[in-house]
T-cell receptor, first 113, second 113 residues
């Protein structure tokens, strides 16, 4: 079946530096991708999304890049702050599967002061 | 606008018992999806309800069931609990379509002893 995976399980970043979290997906039919942030004891929090007809989308301090050719998704966080410490998940959705999201395994980001 | 709420937040049950979890979506949202999160399997889709009908279902045994009420509130039930059912159960709501962003609640932490 289709799966979404992450290359790095843990990412340590110096406060103020930029963070890049990568994600590979395998379902070429996926047309919508989302990044979620999950802090300890909380549910996933929506960060940013991107549709398959785009290759880049920017939010506040975050940028998502989509490379459909190699089925790769990345999340860039500018000027990483202590509050960015969390587990980050990428998720994909195949329109044919309705509202079902397929999640990657997650990457833990640790921000060092 | 209030977010997705889930009750109870924590639950302890013993093997063989059954449990019912509740989710209230964001006001105006009509789609409710349920996910199971475990350290070993990550986030996995259980099912989605829209307008009181199950619209999509994941690969879980029939012991896992759900329903949605006319006010869009949803419940999920797990019968004959097994130790492996211990997990964080997350509910996510979205407006209507599969292309709408899903917003997650804080989850219900179920422990099966």
């Amino acid at each position: 079946g289709e799966s979404v995976g992450l290359h790095l399980p843990t990412l340590s970043v110096q406060e103020g530096d930029n963070s890049i979290i990568n994600c590979a997906y395998s379902n070429s039919a996926s047309d919508y991708f989302i990044w979620y942030k999950q802090e300890s004891g909380k549910g996933p929090q929506f960060i940013i999304d991107i549709r398959s007809n785009m290759d880049k989308r920017q939010g506040q301090r975050v940028t998502v890049l989509l490379n459909k050719t190699v089925k790769h998704l990345s999340l860039q966080i500018a000027a990483t702050q202590p509050g960015d410490s969390a587990v980050y998940f990428c998720a994909e959705r195949d329109k044919a599967a309705g509202n079902k999201l397929t999640f990657g395994g997650g990457t833990r980001v640790l921000v060092k002061p | 606008k209030a977010g997705v709420t889930q009750t109870p937040r924590y639950l302890i049950k013993t093997r063989g018992q059954q449990v019912t979890l509740s989710c209230s979506p964001i006001s105006g949202h009509r789609s409710v999806s349920w996910y199971q999160q475990t350290p070993g399997q990550g986030l996995q889709f259980l099912f989605e309800y829209f307008s009181e009908t199950q619209r999509n279902k994941g690969n879980f045994p029939g012991r896992f069931s759900g329903r949605q009420f006319s006010n869009s509130r949803s419940e999920m039930n797990v019968s004959t609990l097994e130790l492996g059912d211990s997990a964080l159960y997350l509910c996510a709501s979205s407006f209507t379509q599969a292309t709408d962003t899903q917003y997650f609640g804080p989850g219900t932490r179920l422990t099966v002893l």
